[in-house]
């Protein structure tokens, strides 16, 4: 059984930082592309982020900008983001997912998605 488990969100201040985690199991972690996806109410899911198997070539959303850092353990089936000088328009949960490449992962369509973890940063 797949399973993608999202942690590490809660409420910030803007300016401040979260650590998410996505912990695997199910499937062959460390052949699979993984990235975020995130979901502000009223909104559609959009990408933010994307890493290959082996954790050398990551892919950011332009509003990223530099402020988050993505990356993985393969040794712990687990892939990371790290947010950094949130923004109260950051405030959304957030989506793992896994896919057969990282064209996959980000258009979003096939693979696997976790349940999500909720951000919120205030002003």
């Known amino acids: 059984q797949v399973e993608l488990v999202e942690s590490g969100g809660g409420s910030v201040q803007a300016g401040g930082s979260l650590k998410l985690s996505c912990e695997t199991s199910?499937?062959?972690?460390?052949?699979?592309?993984m990235g975020w996806f995130r979901q502000a109410p009223g909104q559609e899911r959009e990408f933010v982020a994307s890493?290959?198997?082996?954790?050398?070539?990551?892919v950011y959303a332009d509003f990223v900008e530099g402020r988050f850092t993505l990356s993985r353990d393969n040794a712990k089936n687990t892939v990371y983001l790290q947010m950094n000088s949130l923004k109260p328009e950051d405030s959304a949960v957030y989506y793992c997912?896994?896919?057969?490449?990282?064209?996959?992962?980000?258009?979003?369509?096939?693979?696997?998605w976790g349940r999500g973890t909720q951000v919120t940063v205030s002003s």
């Open positions: 890493i290959n198997w082996d954790g050398d070539y990551t």
């Open positions: 997912r896994a896919g057969v490449g990282t064209r996959e992962v980000r258009r979003g369509q096939g693979g696997y």
């Open positions: 199910g499937f062959t972690f460390g052949s699979y592309a």
